[in-house]
């Protein structure tokens, strides 16, 4: 242990039940500038049932254009008023957000704020801060050059901007084995994959499989010296889905205190862990969610009476709002929300509002939008990460390609300009400027022979955009095990500006749900959209489905998806 962290903890325990005193002071002379932030907390006035405290917040890591400090009681604390800061309170968790006014804070830079509160026992003070994720008055394990025993001290791990570079990422030993078992499977059965936890018995493990803690543990090993990332998919929303009966889950529409409870709770409660503080953890929250909320609700054609229910109800913003908060107290926890895909939110009257609804559910539940590191899109799904031969701002004779019955006046052509385009968007409405995007790479390689080399003839519009497109769906609104799909980009971090990776969050191999009905305890219903006969919805205007035959549930191992993905692949295996 660095003299650093033991001079602050000594300081801590001395302060630990001393109104009016503050909990942390960092010596002068030690290391300050390993300590990432700082919080000074002083009780300035303390009565039977009230008190008064100052707060002071440093932070010694980069400049930030919006911050918020969390921290939790021991007791029955209260926070009544504040002033200069944004307070809300949920449990004991309380968080403070920057004004308007304040956002700013520069290195080395420090900003005050204060609260009315009450209780009644005692009033201890407050032990744990962070500052956007990262614990406060602690060594962030940087050197010390006054203390010869710093180079072995492991520390708490540096929170980082994209914890994709210089990283290394888990490769799930469960898929890794199912890949290999597979014909010419072992030449991606090292490749990074998501862990999937789509119902409370997956923390633990399902069927004998492994659970939460075994994956940790299991990347502790893979880990070694390097730094590792972790990819988990938070997904087991109340009524999840409401719109995709084969991805359905096992919590009903009202049952948001179990959600949080028997599903959230746990699953902080296990990352929290100090032995997997040096995994960089990406938590993707709940996939296929709040985008339901502005495409498949009432008025429009494509709305479903479930997702009705969920925008009436709240608790797809209430469910990923506490995930947020609850994930984000975790200094090494990486949130990314699920954005949908440009097939699904690219057009005007859907893109702003889906924006305005992710900071809406990034601000409920004490989750403030500092618990945001970045959004996911195309997760699952086999939208082109960048079409070549033809961009939105094309024109045929005369006419835009955006008249073509593919684009059908969408903004965007490909993940990736969506991607970008959705980050601006999100940082415009109070997102902080340093979000990065992912993107699910897993099966939108669509090449094969069918891949086109060139642009389509210039005879009309539709021509030039169908004979170039690499997304050889047959509407961009088919989403369940799609014939002709390939493995795409390899997982690869920061390859362009504002993305920071490429991941296969979805494992190339799992069905997307089955293609006749199949009796199950998982909650999973039967989607036509999987069934390669059905002619089709308003949502891909009844067209063909385009699915695999012979599918099972989703989330299942499909052997012929995965020898079509291989087949596929671009870049080719």
Known sequence: MSRTRTALLAALALVAGTAGAAVAAIPPDVGAAAVPCTVEYKVQNQWDTGFTTAVTVTNNS??????????????????????NAKLSQSGTAVTAANESYNGTLGTGSSVSFGFNGTYSGTNALPTTFTLDGVTCNVDDGGTDPTDPTDPTDPGTGSRVDNPYSG??????????????????????????????????????GVNGGMGLR?????????????????????????????????????????????????????????????KYAGLRIVTTVEI?????????????????????????NGNYQKGVGYALNKLGDVPNVYNYIDAGHHGWLGWDDNFAPSAAL????????????????????????YSATKENHFTVNDTVNGASVRTS????????????SYAQAMRTQLVSIGFPSGIGMLIDTSRNGW????RPTAAGPTTTVDTYVDGGRYDRRIHLGNWCNQSGAGLGERPQAAPATGIDAYVWMKPPGESDGSSTAIPNDEGKGFDRMCDPTYTGNPRNNNNMSGALANAPLSGHWFSAQFQELMKNAYPAL
Not at 292 to 307: D, F, G, I, S
Not at 405 to 416: L, P, T
């Open 62 to 83: 980069a400049a930030k254009s919006s911050w918020a400090v969390k921290w939790s009681y021991a007791g029955n604390q209260k926070v009544t008023s504040g002033w």
């Open 167 to 204: 990283a290394k990422v888990y490769v799930n030993p469960e898929w890794k084995a199912k890949a290999t078992a597979e014909t010419g499977g072992s030449r991606i059965a090292n490749q990074p994959t998501g862990v999937w936890l789509d119902r409370i018995a997956a923390i633990n």
């Open 214 to 274: 075994a994956h940790l543990d299991a990347a502790l090993a893979q880990k070694g010296s390097d730094e590792l990332v972790v990819q988990l998919v938070i997904y087991n929303l109340p009524g999840r889905d409401c719109s995709a009966l084969a991805s359905n889950g096992e919590l009903g529409p009202t049952e948001i205190d179990k959600y949080k409870t028997q599903y959230i709770d746990p699953i902080a409660a296990i990352l929290a862990d100090t």
């Open 288 to 312: 296929d969610s709040l985008p339901n909320l502005v495409t498949n609700v009432t008025p429009r054609a494509t709305a479903t009476a479930n997702c009705d229910t969920m925008k009436a």
């Open 358 to 381: 992710f900071k809406e559910a990034a601000s409920t539940e004490g989750a403030t939008v500092a618990d945001v590191h970045g959004f996911i899109v195309n997760t699952a799904n």
């Open 405 to 416: 019955k593919w684009i059908d006046w969408n903004r965007y052509v490909d993940e990736q």
């Open 447 to 450: 090449g094969g022979t069918a």
